[in-house]
């Protein structure tokens, strides 16, 4: 039996398949940091701009916007306030996970 779905969960996983786009996870994080699976120190060689992680920011937090609005609205249309207390909350939360997540993305770009 399944148990309720973990919005957190969720957010890791749509900003994981967002930021990778099916690529392997593992591969370029080391490529980004340099460091393999075993500690090893890589030689230096610039990343080719398609694997660079440059969806800018601003349109990361409008998609986030445009999802919760949405689900926002509906909630509003059916009265339930229980769930728009829920989902202002949550839209919170995402947002500083993704701005989080995006420091960390800009730091290794930096890199």
């Keep these: 039996m399944t148990g309720p779905l973990n919005p957190r969960r969720l957010m890791f996983g749509a900003a994981k398949k967002f930021i990778f786009e099916g690529q392997d996870p593992e591969t370029i994080l080391e490529r980004i940091s340099g460091i393999d699976r075993h500690g090893n120190i890589l030689p230096q060689s610039p990343l080719p701009p398609e694997d660079l992680m440059s969806r800018p920011r601003d349109r990361i937090l409008q998609n986030l916007d445009e999802m ?10 059916s009265g339930d306030k229980s769930q728009m207390t829920s989902l202002d909350f949550a839209y919170r939360r995402e947002q500083l996970y993704f701005e989080i997540l995006l420091d960390v993305r800009d730091a290794l770009e930096r890199r």
């Design 68 to 77: 919760y609005s949405e689900a926002f609205q509906r909630a509003k249309d």
